[in-house]
């Protein structure tokens, strides 16, 4: 069964930067696109960026010149840079695959971005 653990979120002011880390287990991420999503609380989980196994990168226009999406297939992680935060990216923030190969949902790692 493929497991998706996220980390690396924290509290950071307005401007600063966090690193979140996706490492997946009991699969290898090589022939995958990654996705990573964020909830905030009462509102649907949003796609934010995605890296295909390609190496094809989309982002949210919200997060555009701010976040950056790599992958480290020897590692088996997905990683999100996150720059010049602001306090709308406050989520808690996932990572997984697109369907029709989603696994269940990991834990998230949440994100606060408040001064």
């Known amino acids: 069964q493929a497991q998706f653990v996220e980390s690396g979120g924290g509290l950071v002011q307005p401007g600063g930067s966090l690193r979140l880390s996706c490492a997946a287990s009991?699969?290898?991420?090589?022939?995958?696109?990654i996705y990573w999503y964020r909830q905030v609380p009462g509102k649907e989980r949003e796609w934010v960026s995605s890296?295909?196994?390609?190496?094809?990168?989309n982002y949210v226009d919200s997060v555009k010149g701010r976040f950056t999406i790599s992958r480290d297939n020897a590692k088996n992680t997905v990683y999100l840079q996150m720059n010049n935060l602001r306090p709308e990216d406050t989520a808690v923030y996932y990572c997984n695959r697109p369907t029709p190969f989603r696994s269940s949902w990991g834990p998230g790692t949440q994100v606060t971005v408040s001064s």
């Open positions: 890296i295909s196994s390609g190496g094809k990168i």
């Open positions: 009991g699969t290898i991420i090589s022939p995958y696109a």
